[in-house]
């Protein structure tokens, strides 16, 4: 019973993360960086965690503030 009800907990505790927010994980690089970034990325993603990488949302970024867009992904919508 006990390892049941902590199970319930854990499940309860996941699903507010992934309602709460939009990213597991964000990365953020160095430009000399990017092929390992790229390979953490990808690998991150096959893993099936929710991962902001600038290049898995090119069409997101096109047009808006980054310095304002990148500061909300990372402080407010990445876990």
Excluded: M
Aim: contains cysteine; hydrophobic residues 30%.
């Amino acid at each position: 019973p006990k390892e049941k009800e902590l199970n319930d907990v854990l499940i309860l505790c996941n699903n507010w993360h992934r309602t709460r927010f939009t990213y597991d994980i964000g990365i953020s690089f160095a430009g000399e960086d990017r092929k390992i970034a790229s390979e953490i990325a990808d690998g991150l993603k096959k893993c099936g965690n929710r991962v902001f990488y600038d290049e898995f949302e090119d069409e997101k970024l096109l047009g808006k503030n980054l310095y304002t867009y990148l500061h909300e992904i990372y402080s407010e919508r990445c876990r």
